[in-house]
């Protein structure tokens, strides 16, 4: 089955405790992207990837580093979480940046403490 | 910083009616177009894409392009109580923002029988 998988689906975590959370496609997409989704502002794009060993800022970068060592995994990795780090977090794939469709993951809800 | 606007909502439609949902956006450059359907909890799935002036139709839902006025719309025919969701509109970035989507905060619909 084509899907995106994230890991873990709920996470509680403390200030300053690295964390990494895992996303891999099998669908051999070229394009991955990471997003937040907070109450009242939407989807914010964090990170993206256009194709192995290429990343990109999204609108809030900060705070967070994606690696694309492999096409179909895309991991997000909090080096000191925060607070202002509690959301919703989705991972995305989709065949190419130009016109495709994405394809999301089920969502990793982190709540930093 | 793209900008995709869409009408604030929460929109509520009887059983039978016709939803409309409205997106603008800011970017000239923009070429692809999607609107997304996410219910409560879950993750964000696509309901049609549109890349060229004019409407795309697909079975009850018909998305309506306008480039010139930098408009997209999104009409549910005959909505259905299963059609109440958060619908999301995205817009990917033209010439040197290629590779990013801006999607808009979301209208909630709600369909009363």
């Known amino acids: 089955e084509a899907q995106v998988t994230q890991n873990p689906r709920y996470l509680i975590t403390v200030t300053g405790k690295k964390l990494t959370v895992t996303c891999s496609q099998n669908?051999?997409?070229?394009?991955m992207s990471w997003y937040r989704q907070d109450p009242g502002l939407g989807l914010r794009q964090i990170y993206y990837?256009?194709?192995?060993?290429?990343?990109d800022k999204g609108d809030v970068p900060e705070g967070y580093k994606v690696s694309r060592k492999e096409k179909r995994n895309f991991p997000l990795i909090l080096e000191s979480p925060s607070p202002n780090q509690t959301s919703l977090y989705f991972c995305?794939?989709?065949?190419?940046?130009?016109?495709?469709?994405?394809?999301f993951g089920n969502g990793t809800r982190l709540t930093v403490t | 910083q793209k900008e995709v606007e869409q009408n604030s909502g929460p929109l509520s439609v009887p059983e039978g009616a016709i939803a409309s949902l409205n997106c603008t956006y800011s970017?000239?450059?923009?070429?692809?177009f999607f609107w997304y359907r996410q219910y409560s909890g879950k993750s964000p799935e696509l309901i049609m894409f549109i890349y060229s002036n004019g409407d795309k139709e697909d079975g009850r839902f018909t998305a309506q392009l306008n480039k010139a006025s930098q408009y997209v719309s999104l009409l549910i025919r005959d909505s259905q109580p299963s059609d109440s969701a958060t619908y999301l509109c995205a817009v990917n970035g033209g010439g040197s923002t290629l590779g990013r989507l801006y999607f808009g905060r979301g209208t909630q619909l709600t369909v009363w029988p």
């Open positions: 995305a794939s989709s065949r190419d940046s130009k016109d495709s469709p994405l394809h």
């Open positions: 970017d000239r450059g923009s070429q692809s």
């Open positions: 669908m051999n997409h070229e394009y």
């Open positions: 990837s256009m194709n192995v060993e290429v990343t």
